[in-house]
């Protein structure tokens, strides 16, 4: 545990104490929210950040240290565990090393090598190593032996041949070095498959494609991964894509007849066989390049594009996991009764009135478009609900026939100016709405309601307050990120869980007015637990208090602990049981509020007293200086909601399709993904459009995170059309010029690629051209959008 602590600290440049006191509360079941919220003082203040990283971390590493115990156990069971190796077990720090320590002595079935092994070959490697003036052949005869079927020369030193491949591929500082030198130096080529270019067309920007393994960004990465499983790629790794053999062009072992790679040279160098004209030299060579060829450079290939895989799984799930956080932390537009509207055509358009506190009130299906056009029919239905309901917003659905059902929503705003004078229409994703519909939960919220308009409801209610919806859709369902389906799926929805725990905890929850999914989310409580707390709410009627939880079946003082300062109880007998304060720190509350001679109730929000109080006054052996702060910050504006201000977005009247569009427009649109190449940008054409990182600002920009996120209300130029294609080019750099128009629906920036040849790749980088700042239009990353958005 120590030496778990010590490293991850280390990695989170934070003291090892800090470390130590927080792996403590993580294995007494503390969850990370309740950490990073009430027990600032134990951890010295690790943010939610730091701490899911720690305990990500601390998963690994505790994995390790069993993989490791398994493998000394199984090593000195053989009772080959010298000192040396023991300490070079212990100071392994990843599970790769770990295993090439272990691989000489992992149980394997028998191998050619074994078996030339067996019959007593063996010494006849040794020897060979030993005096390399040995005629082979001769020395070989020695070793027949016919009864093990290794009847004659040939047979003998291709057994001594394969010995000492395994022994050479079985060291585990020689793969260390050939692994740094591949991470370093290697080439990632991309190969179209005969006969696939049709079916593989999609992929056509990695037909003949060659890209430093090093470089590869994520989104490229997943898009040559997906075509090589759908058999349209052919994907390899060039371990010499670089000038690094050229300081070795003296050895033997380089341009050979066989075109031998510099990690030959790695092999020989590290085994110090300084090969040259001697009789066993020859037979060495053939050792060295088979060695290479089939075990260890097929072993780190299958490695390192496995290592590109979780690497762009990791970084594609960080996309998706900030897309997500971001949309679920979106603003809400508030406890209003809201009209949602899931547009349609030919099936009419879904209606569905939520009232303020969420619960379906009417619903219905109109038909305004064709072919049936009940326009004016329809407009009376809405407008009589309108009126009957008190409806203050409309929630339009993006999908199919959303302009035209934006323009009915436009002109029943303007026809009930009178009876509705503050109503409003706002566009809202649908993503996962259809998930929710047919879900379980779903038929248990609604039984008697066709899936269609449950789907109105999933889309009012996402605009009266997301996070509270978005709850009920599986993460990976919300269409926020990069090739979700391609990554690890344990791992994307670990991820994701989390991402979702700690936006709710951050916001809170009514615990009167919150359904099971959202309950489910507050830390220390599951869905048993969530389900339990409905079912009391709905048996003995609302919370009064907080320690009424208590009474709840199964929830027990821990879950208790966990779970209360995250649940609000409005207007409670005590006010505290409505804000972040935790119980246990109520007495705090009333230790402060007696210094200012108030009740408590008169002391919340009471800024001009709180304001003149020092929080280093009220310091004990409980509560220390970052407690007693937050604390102060919370009375002062109690259950303040951490979510920014409510905009919506207007897209621009008569711009309703692709067609629609004309270069350097100006508009108005949301943004709906964040890549790390970009930002897609709903303008209200059923298509989004791509802003290129390049496009977002006049300043360099790393991260496009750092400059817009899901759900922001954004001003965009029109700089490149593909209508064929179906890609639009925007801008966020409105004195930005279009760049010339594409020819038969090709991109500008759809250029041949150069084929990188070994130890030439600079040269070949020179000469290829400088991409225009708006390539984005060609690249493989708008092909795996589209791919996404279908």
């Not at 508009?667 to 802003?691: C, M, P, R, S």
Request: aromatic share 4%.
């Amino acid at each position: 545990m120590h030496n778990i602590a010590q490293k991850i600290a280390q990695e989170l440049n934070v003291k090892e104490q800090q470390v130590s006191a927080t792996l403590a509360l993580l294995d007494d079941g503390a969850t990370v929210p309740f950490i990073a919220r009430y027990r600032k003082e134990v951890t010295g203040g690790l943010d939610d950040t730091q701490l899911r990283t720690l305990n990500s971390r601390l998963g690994y590493l505790r994995d390790l240290e069993d993989r490791r115990q398994v493998i000394v156990a199984s090593i000195k069971a053989q009772s080959k565990l010298t000192p040396e190796l023991e300490r070079a077990l212990q100071g392994a720090e990843t599970k790769t090393r770990l295993e090439d320590l272990y691989l000489p002595f992992k149980p394997k079935r028998k191998t050619k090598g074994q078996m030339a092994v067996a019959a007593g070959i063996e010494p006849l490697v040794d020897q060979l190593l030993a005096n390399r003036h040995l005629d082979c052949e001769h020395t070989a005869a020695k070793f027949i032996n016919a009864e093990a079927k290794f009847d004659d020369v040939k047979a003998v030193l291709e057994g001594a041949r394969f010995i000492l491949m395994e022994r050479f591929a079985e060291d585990a500082e020689l793969l260390q070095k050939v692994r740094r030198h591949l991470s370093q130096n290697a080439v990632l080529e991309s190969r179209i498959q005969k006969g696939k270019e049709k079916e593989g067309a999609k992929y056509r920007d990695y037909f003949e494609h060659d890209e430093k393994l090093s470089r590869v960004p994520s989104h490229r990465a997943l898009a040559m991964l997906r075509g090589r499983n759908e058999g349209c790629l052919s994907l390899r790794i060039n371990a010499d894509g670089h000038e690094a053999g050229e300081n070795h062009s003296n050895s033997p072992l380089v341009g050979s007849a066989k075109q031998s790679s510099y990690c030959e040279v790695i092999i020989a160098e590290h085994f110090n066989l300084k090969l040259s004209n001697k009789p066993v030299d020859a037979w060495l060579k053939t050792v060295v390049n088979a060695t290479w060829r089939v075990k260890i450079g097929m072993q780190m290939e299958t490695e390192l594009l496995g290592k590109m895989r979780e690497t762009a799984d990791a970084e594609a799930i960080q996309v998706f996991a900030r897309n997500l956080g971001d949309l679920m932390m979106a603003a809400p537009a508030g406890a209003k009764t809201t009209l949602g509207l899931d547009p349609g055509l030919r099936t009419g358009v879904k209606i569905a009135i939520v009232n303020h506190t969420g619960k379906l009130v009417a619903h219905s299906t109109i038909f305004p478009h064709a072919p049936q056009n009940q326009w004016d029919k329809s407009l009376r239905t809405l407008s009589n609900l309108v009126k009957m309901h008190k409806v203050e917003l409309i929630a339009v659905g993006n999908g199919t026939a959303s302009r035209e059902t934006d323009k009915l929503a436009a002109e029943l705003i303007a026809n009930s100016k009178e009876v509705a004078p503050q109503l409003t229409k706002v566009m809202v994703s649908e993503a996962g709405a259809s998930v929710y519909s047919a879900s379980e939960l779903a038929s248990e919220e609604f039984p008697d309601l066709d899936v269609s308009i449950r789907g109105a409801v999933s889309i009012a209610r996402r605009l009266q307050d997301p996070l509270a919806e978005l709850v009920k859709i599986e993460p990976k369902s919300i269409g926020v990120g990069q090739y979700q389906h391609d990554v690890s799926q344990s791992q994307l929805s670990q991820t994701l869980e989390a991402v979702v725990e700690d936006c709710v905890n951050a916001v809170g929850v009514d615990v009167n007015m919150a359904s099971a999914p959202l309950l489910a989310q507050v830390a220390g409580l599951n869905k048993t637990l969530a389900r339990n707390i409905v079912s009391y709410r709905d048996e003995h009627g609302q919370f009064t208090d907080r320690k009424q939880l208590l009474k709840v079946a199964r929830l027990g003082p821990k879950a208790y602990e966990q779970a209360a300062g995250f649940m609000r109880v409005m207007n409670a007998s005590n006010p505290l049981d409505a804000s972040a304060v935790h119980p246990e720190a109520y007495s705090l509350v009333e230790k402060i509020a007696k210094t200012k001679q108030l009740d408590i109730k008169s002391l919340i929000g009471n800024a001009e007293s709180l304001k003149q109080l020092q929080a280093a006054d009220f310091i004990d052996d409980r509560f220390g200086l970052p407690t007693v702060i937050d604390i102060l910050n919370e009375l002062e504006k109690p259950g303040r909601d951490p979510r920014g201000e409510f905009k919506t977005a207007s897209f621009k009247e008569g711009v309703e399709q692709l067609s629609d569009l004309k270069l350097e427009m100006i508009l108005e649109g949301v943004v709906t993904n964040v890549t790390n190449f970009g930002a897609f940008v709903d303008i209200g054409v059923h298509q989004d459009g791509l802003v290129h990182i390049s496009s977002l600002t006049d300043k360099f920009v790393s991260d496009p995170h750092t400059i817009v996120k899901a759900g922001d209300v954004v001003t965009v130029k029109v700089m490149q059309l593909d209508v064929e294609r179906r890609r639009i080019g925007l801008s966020m750099r409105l004195d930005e010029k279009p760049t010339v128009q594409p020819k038969s629906g090709q991109s500008k920036s759809h250029q041949p690629k150069t084929n990188h040849k070994p130890h030439s790749q600079k040269t070949a980088q020179k000469k290829q051209p400088k991409a225009p700042a708006n390539a984005a239009m060609g690249n493989a990353f708008a092909d795996a959008f589209a791919k996404l958005k279908k």
